[in-house]
């Protein structure tokens, strides 16, 4: 089936028999490229106590997956087309509280790692750990033995350590990497020019940068914004 121009699998005959997954961990895989999708069902699949009942491309199709199958642990991207990961979580998690979500993905930012935590994902780990990795962390996070990795563990602490900006602030840093001067972002949000001066500085500041191409990759590496 597809929809909205992405791939949403179900299982095949053998996967979907009540027989076949007796006794495995069922997973759905949720990732927008097809390869990498493929290569994580992959890895899974080779594991004899586990298998893939159902794998998607958006946000959205991991509701509708999850819904459907209903499996023991969602294997997800976060960045990802129609609905990214983390509204994916939220509401998958809004109506099943104890849905078991590791977020599989190439973003190593103090803030992607943060909102997904907080959002209810059971534990986060970066793409080139899939090989080693993967399967022993599903049977952690299917066993309730979750735990962040020691190099997300390490990003997470040091986010501690940094300032916080607001959801304005945010707002104004990605009317920034627009190219929006004060006077345009100070048009775009309705605040006054001289308020727009102070989020623009207070920005600067909390980012420990001096100029605004600066703040925008600070921003981008630490995942407080994305590029498509």
Do not use: W
Request: charged fraction near 25%.
């Amino acid at each position: 089936m597809t929809r909205r121009g992405h791939e949403l699998s179900s299982p095949t005959s053998r996967e979907s028999g009540s027989t076949a997954t007796a006794g495995r961990i069922r997973i759905v895989c949720v990732d927008d490229h097809r390869v990498v999708r493929e290569g994580i069902a992959a890895v899974l699949e080779r594991q004899r106590d586990m298998a893939v009942v159902g794998a998607g491309a958006t946000g959205l199709q991991a509701i509708e997956l999850y819904r459907a199958h209903r499996p023991d642990v969602l294997v997800m991207d976060l960045q990802m087309p129609v609905m990214g990961g983390l509204e994916a979580i939220e509401a998958i998690r809004a109506e099943a509280p104890d849905a078991r979500i590791v977020v599989l993905t190439m973003y190593h930012g103090d803030e992607d790692i943060y909102r997904a935590v907080a959002a209810g994902a059971a534990t986060y780990l970066l793409k080139e750990a899939i090989l080693d990795d993967l399967p022993r962390v599903v049977r952690e996070v299917h066993g309730g033995r979750a735990q962040l990795p020691p190099d997300v563990e390490r990003i997470l602490a040091s986010r501690a350590s940094m300032e916080v900006l607001t959801s304005r602030e945010v707002e104004v840093l990605d009317l920034i990497a627009q190219g929006l001067s004060n006077k345009d972002i100070a048009s775009a949000l309705g605040i006054a020019l001289e308020t727009a001066k102070v989020h623009v500085k207070n920005i600067l500041f909390k980012l420990g940068v001096t100029d605004r191409t600066a703040a925008v990759t600070t921003a981008i590496k630490r995942g407080i914004l994305h590029v498509s």
